[in-house]
């Protein structure tokens, strides 16, 4: 129930950190210095959530190459998402780089990593923070 209680306390801050008229709420606003505090502690709560948000993230990016192609393209342009042992080890590495970008950056990070695997006619340009 604690940890329940620090990811709904994690999810408000990252959320009303911003102010209204955000454009981007919840864990995906978590900036890489809080996310890395967090992991200093084992949750699993806050580790589903995150990968969660990720898988979230990668597979609205996804549909929305999906949906830039025509139908019988629309297989070629998704890639496979990573086994769940994958995402935090991946936000670790990209967030002790930055850890002022927040860990939506991380997610466009992977994105663009797993996007090497599809034919670069349904990649999204290049695009550098």
Known sequence: MNQARSLLAI?????????A????AG??????EDYLKYRKTPSEVFETAVISWVQGFLS???IER????KREQQKAAQ???????????HLDNYCQEIPQAPIWMGAVALDHELEKSIDSAFR??????
Not at 27 to 32: F, P, S
Not at 66 to 69: S, T, Y
């Open 21 to 24: 008229g955000q454009s981007l």
């Open 11 to 19: 999810l408000l801050l990252s959320s009303t950190a911003h102010g």
């Open 27 to 32: 864990m995906g606003a978590l900036t890489c």
């Open 60 to 62: 609205g990016q996804n």
């Open 124 to 129: 999204a340009p290049d695009w550098k923070p």
């Open 79 to 89: 890639y496979l998402l990573p086994v769940v042992s994958y995402y935090l080890p």
């Open 66 to 69: 999906m949906e830039r192609v």
